[in-house]
């Protein structure tokens, strides 16, 4: 049966004279085990060109089976074959068949031949298989085939053991191989780069090391390139080090060579570089290009020699990389005298390369290279993506789309603490200046886009996404934006909730994939509007299974130009926008209303109510799609019947106030004199409780009173006849301030401060105010810190602070805000507090999401660190130290019918209190 491989298990080299009938033999053998096998005798055509077909079996053959015998060690064609194999790092298995032919054989093929002849023939050492073995061969271990010598099936158990050994290793060489020679046949374009998970398995296959074993065989150069290649294209051109050398002239082998070398071999390590090779280059020619390699590389390697230092491009490039904090790496190939050297080298790592006459030498040269390249290496590659995008969004005018948000600005936001405490290499103003922009944008960011994709096709929704914001276009892209170590799906699913688009990455893995589809599904469900772009190829009939009446555009045809399918995406987003975003901000507010237990608060009301009206009345006459859903209906139905109501009532209230207005009147003439003597008589009393408490030493709160009743006279017009009230309040008011001695005034809040509390130890003091920051005070009132200003992002809540509390043990501060959030802090080894964690608001009614849905108005600590909180939801949810919920306290018949205001537990921890506005506790 023919196999569908493409590739050969073998490819047999033999000399015909000498062993045609054995590699017959050993052919069929192959063959009768299941074994493809190239083999002149079956695999060379009739009218072609024998040489180029017998090439095209070495570059499709896993391994290379050499007969050896005196014929085909002599013979110039095997020769061919064997310094092919050789040059593309075939596996050699080399198999003694004929040691030396006899004189009796050479006489049969050259029947005139004589003594002399045969003399010479010996001396040339052509009838023996060892004179000009080639050194390669001469260096494997060789398989015995020798006739009457040698068991031929034991050999041959031999030969299938070492073909089966490696083989997953052996058949990836040779794929890879055949796509790097198609890639290199074919000018290198870019269409014949490796694609998504076949990049990611060559990047593994490339990196494997065997370790106590010789290697079976190695990558050549070619598959280092197409790898790397395939790599650096998928990742927008970034690599892992910008190579920066000058190139000699063709007589000065020496640096040339070593040049190459190094670079070859960081490319066999999977080392992603870029060139910036001066050939005639002056500082003329330091453009764009030029500037971009260094800016899309982790490191910065300059090749170290005279003429380098001395040349103004190579310069160039090094004050380039200098200014923008690249790692820089020195590697020392000619000994250069010190006055060429930079200013300092306090934070240049130089390599010595000038001493690599032996391999020891150069081995140990690399090792430290590579070594120096793989420290903080995520550290270096994060720099690099922050740098980039945040050149992107300088080059776009700083547009809101191409800023970070979700974990993607968590990861960089504490990357940030960690370049504060570098030495060398920190984040430039550009990079901290575009982290502050992106924290306080967060907040406000409405996503247009939410793009679900299959993990296999990750490089190409990367780029869609990149492209996307690139176009001002928001998008939700898990990979970037939800945490992975959270509610994953929990931000998955409010990311599509709040996507005015859903589109959808499809492929065949996309097609099969559970999440895709459960995602598509959640979508339909909420009435999203669906697009769909295709990455590959795949079944129309699977397509229409799952995505039936969406449109899509195909980037997956052959030759198809990427910007081009790009522009046809962009049309249909941008078709009905208005309408589309709408239907998102309509069915968010639904949503929150059916959350909140459909309160009549959250209802549309005045222009809000009349253009939901119309957008709802347009969608229907005009069948416009996405439709809407029931609930948008209900929720503007609720609202409009709410409206309706409010009407009738205010025209009801009316008529009822014209009558009872003369009533009114005349009852208010009699209220408003018992009203008065009632408000007379208790400025009176508590002007009396003021002197009493001032005379039994209760000064404060003498004035407290004192200052009650002064508040309450502005209130009041007296009579005449009490006008002698007023001078005795000011004699008690007096009275106490003369007494009272202030201690110190709070002052660096901006706004009303709402919440305060003491520690336990007695020396901290944190306030929280309308402002919203959280203050930390020592005993004596003197200013600390606020909480979460630290650095240029922003921790702290982004509406009026409630409520503060420290944790028993001073050890945490947790606070809750307006903004629905409760953020927890922790004491560091300063005594200050850093941010810990954000427990988020929730947006909408799911099971996945445990956040408050309104604002938080108390906090409580119990005993062992369990954190209580509550506020306008009504509800009391319990949380750990790690912000982890642990469950609410009640079911919805115990709730308050109101916000509730204040908490606290009991002192065993087995109760918790609760305030409401409803009146209740």
Known sequence: MESSSPFFDAFISYGRADSKSFATKLFERLEAIGLDVWFDQEDIPLAVDFQEQINNGIEKTHNFIFVIAPHSVNSPYCLKEIELAIKLNKR?????????????????RNPDGSDTDWANYQEQGKHTSYVHIHPVISKINWIFFREALDDFEVSLEGLISAIKKHEDYIHKHTEYLNKALEWSRNQKRNQYLLKEEEKRQAGTWLKYKFVDEQSPCLPTSLHSEFICESIKQAQGLMTQACLCYVRQPFREQKELSITEKIRDDLLANCIVTADNCANFQTAQDFDAATRRNIELADNFIYFVSPKSLQNDYCQLQFQYAFQYNKRLIFLLIKDTPSELYPGTLDEINVIDFSDVETAENYRLSLDALLNLLGEDEYYHECHKRLFVKALKWQEQRRIDSMLLRGHQLDVFEDLLKISNQRKFQQFIHLQKEFLGASAEQVSQAEIEIFIAYDLTNIDFATKLNESLEYQGKITYFAHDHADLSGDFQGDVHQGIVSGANFLLVISPAAIASSTCVSYLEHAKSLSKRRLGVMCQPTELSQVEAVFTDEQWVDFSRINSDFYADFSQLIRLLDTDKAYVQSHTKWLQRALEWEQKYKTRDLLLRGNELAIAQYWLKEAEEENKRPIPTDLQRKFIQSSITESLKNKRRQKFLFGAVSVGFVI????????????????????????????????????????????????????????????????????????????????NRLIDHEAAV????????????????????????????????????????????????????????????????????????????????????????????????????????????????????????????????????????????????????????????????????????
């Open 664 to 743: 009114s009147t005349v009852l208010g003439i009699i209220a408003s004199r018992k009203s008065y003597e009632a408000a007379v008589n208790e400025l009176n009393a508590v002007t009396s409780t003021s002197e009493a408490l001032f005379y039994s030493g209760n000064i404060l709160e003498a004035f407290v009173e004192s200052i009650s009743a002064w508040t309450k006279e502005k209130k009041i017009n007296l009579n005449r006849d009490d006008l002698y009230i007023q001078q005795e309040i000011r004699r008690v008011i007096s009275q106490s301030v003369y007494q009272l001695k202030e201690s």
């Open 754 to 921: 709402n919440a305060i509390d003491y520690s336990t130890d007695g020396q901290l003091l944190v306030s929280g105010s309308a402002d919203k920051s959280i203050i930390l005070w020592d005993e004596n009132g003197n200013y600390l810190e606020t909480l979460g200003e630290i650095g240029p992002i922003r921790k702290g809540h982004t509406a009026s602070v409630n409520t503060v509390a420290f944790s028993p043990s001073d050890e945490y501060i947790v606070s809750g805000s307006a903004d629905s959030s409760i953020k927890i802090w922790k004491r560091d080894a300063d005594g200050g507090y850093q941010f810990r964690r954000t427990i988020y608001g929730c947006t909408s009614n799911n099971s996945w999401c445990h956040g408050h849905s309104d604002s938080i108005n108390s906090v409580a600590f119990r005993y062992d660190g369990l954190i209580a909180s509550a506020g306008a939801d009504r509800t009391i949810k319990l949380w750990n130290l790690e912000g982890e919920y642990q469950g609410s306290v009640g079911d919805a018949a115990s709730q308050h019918q109101e916000a509730i205001n204040s908490i606290i537990f009991s002192p065993d921890g087995g109760l918790i209190i609760s305030a409401s506005a409803d009146g209740s506790n």
């Open 92 to 108: 050699i298995i080399p198999i003694l068949h004929v040691e030396e032919i006899t004189r009796e054989l050479w006489q049969s």
